[in-house]
């Protein structure tokens, strides 16, 4: 595949780490992780971030130091983060590409609050063979983080008609594109209904138990100390950057009557913003403590 751009195959493949095809309850692989600190602490901040500094927040949230070293060394070999020597100390800061990568996660993020509807569908027709099984896996989850829903074999529906070209480029950086093909359109008064469709794409009971669980997670933390307000600010960042998997963001106009995801996903943001500030002073005093030679 192609490096030319960053796309959603990039991105879900970053943030998935391991390539676990399920992303609802397990914590966050070492790559995804340190994605989370690079986006949260390093893509606003012009100084360069030692080595050590990414070790020790990478361990404190479970981390192993194997698994946290291969994770840096391998965004550097993607070129997200780029060395810099200070004799034996090694420092990184984010690559163009790097800032790419995050920007674009970021703004899928927030699209899940939801935006009007325009009462149309992107509608796409793709299958591959169970020969195919690992570029199945991956292409299904690129799909899934563009907001594709699959409510029959072959069949995928996003009613974020805003991603056809998203989708485009998707289609042939898995080099699929004589064997897709896409169009836009609304539904008329056969057969199922919009909330029905809706309801085979997505399984919304699902996603709405995965915000609960989440919030009852996080809101039953009480970290006390400067370093465990800080990692668990950083857990919280890592599940909320990876919900694009989950969540669809779907117009109100979908969404059943009662649901109840984006309450708790606005207990999350709560948390999150309880605990933003004395994460970002201990992110700083740890950056401004150079490691010994």
Known sequence: MSNSSTNAFQISNELSGDG???QRVSPGSARSLLLTLLGEFVLHDDRPVWTATLLHVLQGVGVVEKSARQAIARAAAAGWIENLRDGRRASWILTARGRELI????ARLKS????PWSNEWLILHISLPETHRTMRVKL???LS???FGNPSPALWVNPHVDRQAETKTLIAEFGLTDVAFGFVGRSFDLGISDAQLTARAWDLQAVSAHYRELASSFQKLRPRSDDAILF???QLVNQLQRLPYIDPGLPSELLPAGWQGREDAAK???IRQRWQDAAHQRWTALLS???AR
């Not at 920007?103 to 970021?106: I, N, V």
């Not at 899940?112 to 935006?115: D, T, Y």
């Open 20 to 22: 676990d095809s399920d």
């Open 103 to 106: 920007a674009a996660g970021s």
């Open 112 to 115: 899940l609050a939801g935006e």
């Open 140 to 142: 299904y989850r690129a």
């Open 145 to 147: 983080w563009l907001g």
């Open 232 to 234: 668990a600010h950083v």
């Open 268 to 270: 999350l943001v709560a």
């Open 289 to 291: 403590t150079a490691p």
